[in-house]
Nanobody, 121 residues
Framework: QVELVESGGGLAQPGGSLRLSCATS????????MNWFRQAPGKGLEWVSG????????YYQDSVKGRFTISRDNAKNTVYLQMNSLKPEDTALYYC??????????????WGQGTQVTVSS
């Protein structure tokens, strides 16, 4: 049974930082790319970042480049999203998702429940 459990969300001030974690189980984590998506209030689901199975290839949506860093620890079956220089427009429910392939792809087959990130002064 595949499970993805996000944590680390919360309230941050503009310019602040948060680190999201996604602990996984039920599949061979090191074989698959992983992704982060987000959904802001009243908006559609948006891809944020992805990492390949070995952690070397990383990709970002333009609006988060230089501010967010995706990484993974294959020994811990966990993927992370370090978010710095947060902006109010980063406010959203953040989901991690298992990719269908080892390479980075936004095609995903399993999703977590999400963790809320709110950026406000």
């Amino acid at each position: 049974q595949v499970e993805l459990v996000e944590s680390g969300g919360g309230l941050a001030q503009p310019g602040g930082s948060l680190r999201l974690s996604c602990a996984t189980s039920g599949f061979t984590f090191s074989r698959y790319g992983m992704n982060w998506f987000r959904q802001a209030p009243g908006k559609g689901l948006e891809w944020v970042s992805g990492v390949g199975s070995d952690g070397r290839a990383t990709y970002y949506q333009d609006s988060v480049k230089g501010r967010f860093t995706i990484s993974r620890d294959n020994a811990k079956n966990t993927v992370y999203l370090q978010m710095n220089s947060l902006k109010p427009e980063d406010t959203a429910l953040y989901y991690c998702a298992k990719g269908r392939y080892g390479a980075v792809s936004d095609e995903c087959d399993y999703w977590g429940q999400g963790t809320q990130v709110t950026v406000s002064s």
